[in-house]
């Protein structure tokens, strides 16, 4: 027969808003559960160095979401490998149901689901991440100095990443595959005075073209969708900047969401458009998008979650 258990709260991804929120939930004497989903330890554990967490000027992404997890844990948290597959909101204690069977009462949820950065899906994209292909140029910019790079797409993200990027890059190519961009006014205009930026209009990319020793790319071959004519432009990055689709599946028809799914919190607090369910990290935020950003909401979610049972009470 499926378990239930009860919780005051329920914490759901293992990202590093999910460990924080588990540290001050505990030391908040609220005997929290967290349940560390698909990808324990978030998406952190994708990449190598982290060089922008404070209090370690570099270390390993998968080290420090290990770290994060025995902090919490040492804390008290009660970590659990679980996903939940259903988020019930409608009455309290909410209900979460997990994979697993196991049946979650809680009377507050802390939502730390995350964000994922949407891939282009080609094979030789997926063979180089990691070695020349990223989608966060805040992490990996600093490794490109001095190097060409380009960045694909023509949002607000791609126009960032492409200013960002000429801080360390002596050339950035923006692939777009119109002759328009999406992005705001201001930064287009930014990037257009740019004098290392190259915008590349109506191309897409076809391939990223790289060597086995040592593992690296070398430069990308796109194609002009007017054309039909195809390119190699050699470079040593390639940025992935096509749009973030948060994790919102639990939510996504019960909870306010803004820019395209990001679950909406009251300004200035991790409090959803349901009382009682809290939202940290990636998953609310659409601009910063960094592991410091998380952490710091995740701690503000346990602080409003305490500050909500004890109201309660
Ligand atoms: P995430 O890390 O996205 O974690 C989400 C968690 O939710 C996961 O544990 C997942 O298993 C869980 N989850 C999802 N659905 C469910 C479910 N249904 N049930 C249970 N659990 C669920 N930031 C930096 O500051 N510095 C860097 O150097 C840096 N490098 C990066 C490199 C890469 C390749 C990537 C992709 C990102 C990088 N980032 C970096 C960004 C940083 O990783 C994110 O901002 C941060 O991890 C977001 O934390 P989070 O806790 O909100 O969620
Ligand atoms: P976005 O606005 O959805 O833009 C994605 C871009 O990638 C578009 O230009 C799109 O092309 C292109 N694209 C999508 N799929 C593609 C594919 N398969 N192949 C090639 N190109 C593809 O995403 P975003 O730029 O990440 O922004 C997401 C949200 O966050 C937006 O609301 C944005 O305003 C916001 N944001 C705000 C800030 C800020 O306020 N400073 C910063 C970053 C993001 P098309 O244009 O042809 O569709």
């Given amino acids: 027969m499926a378990e239930t258990r009860h919780t005051k ?43 922008n967490y404070p209090g370690f000027t570099e270390i390993q992404g998968p080290d420090l979401m290990i770290k994060m997890q025995e902090h919490a844990s040492a804390m008290g948290c009660e970590i659990i490998g679980d996903i939940i597959t259903d988020l019930d909101t409608s009455a309290r204690p909410f209900k979460a149901t997990g994979d697993s069977g196991t049946v979650y009462t809680t009377d507050a949820v802390i939502l730390c689901t995350g964000a994922r950065a949407k891939w282009l899906g080609l094979d030789s994209e997926e063979a180089y991440k990691g070695f020349g292909v990223s989608a966060c140029a805040t992490c990996d910019g600093f490794f490109y100095r001095g190097q060409e790079i380009v ?36 930064l287009i205009d930014r990037l257009m005075k740019n004098e290392k930026i190259e915008p590349l209009w109506d191309h897409v990319l076809e391939d990223v073209l ?19 004519a195809v390119s190699e432009i050699p470079c040593k990055g390639v940025f992935v900047a096509i749009g973030h689709a948060p994790a919102n599946e639990l939510v996504k028809d019960v909870l306010e969401l803004h820019n395209g799914g990001y679950v909406s919190v009251k300004p200035g607090t991790t409090e959803t458009s349901i009382p009682g369910i809290f939202a940290a990290g990636d998953l609310t935020d659409h601009k910063y998008r960094q592991a410091i950003t998380s952490a710091g909401m995740g701690c503000m979610a346990a602080l409003d979650a305490e500050r909500f049972l004890a109201e309660q009470e």
Avoid: C, W
Avoid at 37 to 51: A, D, H, K, W, Y
Avoid at 153 to 172: I, Q
């Fill in 210 to 228: 790289g060597e086995d020793t040592p593992k690296g790319v070398t430069g990308v071959r796109v194609k002009n969708v007017k054309t039909d």
């Fill in 9 to 51: 709260v329920l914490i759901i991804g293992s990202g590093p808003a999910g460990y924080t929120a588990g540290v001050y939930a505990s030391r908040a004497m609220l005997n929290p559960i967290l349940v560390q989903g698909i990808e324990p330890g978030g998406q952190l554990t994708t990449t190598t160095e982290v060089e």
């Fill in 151 to 186: 960045v694909i797409g023509g949002g607000n993200t791609a126009v960032e990443e492409a200013l960002f990027l000429t801080n360390f890059a002596s050339k950035v190519t923006l692939i777009h595959r119109r002759d328009e961009l999406r992005a705001e006014k201001i």
